[in-house]
């Protein structure tokens, strides 16, 4: 997602290298952390929780 949005992981004030890694591997972030990942896209919270939806989406889903 960040790199379809041309974002790199140190454009993101406010939240650490270790954090994004957290997030990229299933940890839901708080609100805050949220709000400050939309900023960065150029998104509001909603926008940005429509786009992250659709992106999972997309991908296949493993079989029951």
């Known amino acids: ?3 379809k949005r041309q974002l790199n992981k140190s454009d993101i004030p406010g ?3 270790p954090e994004i890694q957290e997030i990229e591997k299933g940890y ?3 609100l805050e952390t949220i709000i400050k990942l939309s900023t960065a896209h ?3 919270v909603n926008e940005y ?3 992250i939806a659709r992106t999972m989406a997309s991908y296949p889903h ?3």
């Open 49 to 51: 929780l429509e786009e």
């Open 62 to 64: 493993p079989p029951n």
């Open 15 to 17: 939240i650490s290298l």
């Open 28 to 30: 839901r972030p708080p």
């Open 1 to 3: 997602f960040m790199t």
């Open 42 to 44: 150029g998104m509001s």
